[in-house]
């Protein structure tokens, strides 16, 4: 597995499981993780054990978003069927999607800021398991969708499920606060094709899961979702799929949020209003 990440200051770095050195070192075309997606598509990020570079350990950087800026950032709503179950509503036959604005979007650390209560009195944290599209594409079949993904990432998604559920024509509402999109630090790029379905998804909150689920038993898998998506719109590099959580908790500011994706990495953020 390759990582493709960034500094809090903004340098963009290459890695593996032995650590990380700046993209630039490898790359030196390369000024941007945003530049190096076409290249995690086609697997040739490279060594970054044959880089000029000495490598830093991941557990002394201080990690950005992994890009700058995102595309489209798009959410699949009760794709697991007991997580339907658990909100009493009926399984989707498609995809149930929805878009979060930019705006949205935390780094890696967060905080998750929740709004005043007299917006919302209950919010909901739910880990997800996200795909990032590396290349440009419309009208993808679902077995090619391989060549056009360039990753995958955890991510919390947030809901102020009083919102939702006084109406769910509510739904952007719900979903578009400030901080109500958290994504993980980094990129998990694959060597070659990789098994979704038996990787588990946890939502925890101060250590305890609250949810748990392997991404075998959604609804609609990630890459249908995105081939799906591809025949309404044209998919670019920098666009993410938030592919459903397996169940959401209930959370309060002090609370501490973890989502964690089996293989593909886990992110934590804190809960403050």
């Not at 949205?104 to 944290?125: C, D, H, Y």
């Not at 880990?127 to 990432?153: K, P, T, W």
Request: include cysteine; hydrophobic fraction near 40%.
């Amino acid at each position: 597995m390759k990582y493709l990440a960034r500094t809090i200051e903004g340098t963009p770095l290459l890695g593996d499981d032995e650590g990380f050195v700046p993209l630039g070192s490898v790359h030196p075309d390369l000024g941007s993780v945003r530049e190096a997606l076409p290249r995690a598509v086609a697997g040739t990020l490279g060594d970054p054990g044959d880089a000029p570079a000495t490598r830093i350990d991941r557990d002394t950087l201080r990690f950005g978003p992994p890009l700058a800026r995102f595309g489209k950032l798009w959410g699949i709503g009760l794709n697991y069927a007991e997580h339907a179950g658990d909100l009493d509503e009926q399984r989707p036959d498609e995809p149930a999607s929805f878009l979060k604005p930019n705006s949205a979007l935390a780094g890696p650390g967060g905080p998750i800021r929740l709004p005043p209560t007299e917006q919302s009195e209950r919010v909901t944290a739910e880990a997800e398991l996200a795909v990032l599209m590396g290349r440009e594409c419309r009208g993808v079949d679902e077995g090619d969708v391989d060549e056009v993904i360039a990753g995958f990432l955890p991510v919390i998604d947030m809901t102020a499920e009083d919102v939702l559920q006084r109406n769910p024509r509510f739904l952007t509402r719900s979903k578009s606060f400030d901080t109500f999109l958290v994504v993980g630090p980094t990129v998990a790029v694959p060597d070659g094709s990789i098994d979704l379905d038996g990787l588990t998804v946890q939502t925890r909150v101060d250590g305890a899961v609250e949810a748990e689920n392997e991404v075998a038993n959604m609804l609609h898998p990630p890459r249908e979702i995105v081939a799906f998506h591809s025949d309404v719109m044209t998919l670019r590099p920098g666009d993410l799929f938030s592919t459903g959580t397996p169940g959401a908790a209930p959370i309060e500011p002090g609370d501490e949020v973890r989502a964690t994706v089996e293989s593909i990495g886990d992110v934590t953020a804190p809960v403050t209003r």
